[in-house]
């Protein structure tokens, strides 16, 4: 399975910006799907998850309330809806797909890795 993440850029504060990840294979409904970001001179980090079956989410604490994940089945496709960005939104944020069988809360419960897309937000 090969993750293209897209949607990234540079934007000002309280800006909005989506990313995209569409699956090269395969369906969502076989894996759990997540979003993490890694800033300079941070860990890695979950930001957004959605199980396989879609009928759980979860956000971490930063970003509740202010980005939504979301997936289409029928286009192998899962977003990250960021609105009110902040500067310390700023990273490289990756998709990753992980097993169902496996939680989502960990990278190394994630089997495939997206290449990546910066995102900065300029005060």
Do not use: H
């Not at 309330?65 to 286009?75: E, M």
């Not at 990753?96 to 069988?101: I, K, M, Q, T, V």
């Amino acid at each position: 399975v090969q993750l293209q993440a897209s949607g990234g850029g540079l934007v000002q504060v309280g800006d909005s910006l989506r990313l995209s990840c569409t699956a090269s294979e395969g369906t969502f409904t076989s894996y759990n799907m997540g979003w993490f970001r890694q800033a300079p001179g941070k860990e890695r980090e979950l930001v957004a998850a959605v199980l396989w079956s879609g009928g759980r989410l979860y956000y971490a604490e930063s970003v509740r309330g202010r980005f939504t994940i979301s997936r289409d089945v029928a286009k192998n496709t899962v977003y990250l809806q960021m609105s009110s960005l902040k500067p310390e939104d700023t990273a490289v944020y990756y998709c990753a797909a992980g097993s169902y069988s496996r939680t989502f809360f960990r990278d190394d419960e994630y089997d495939y890795w997206g290449q990546g897309t910066q995102v900065t937000v300029s005060s």
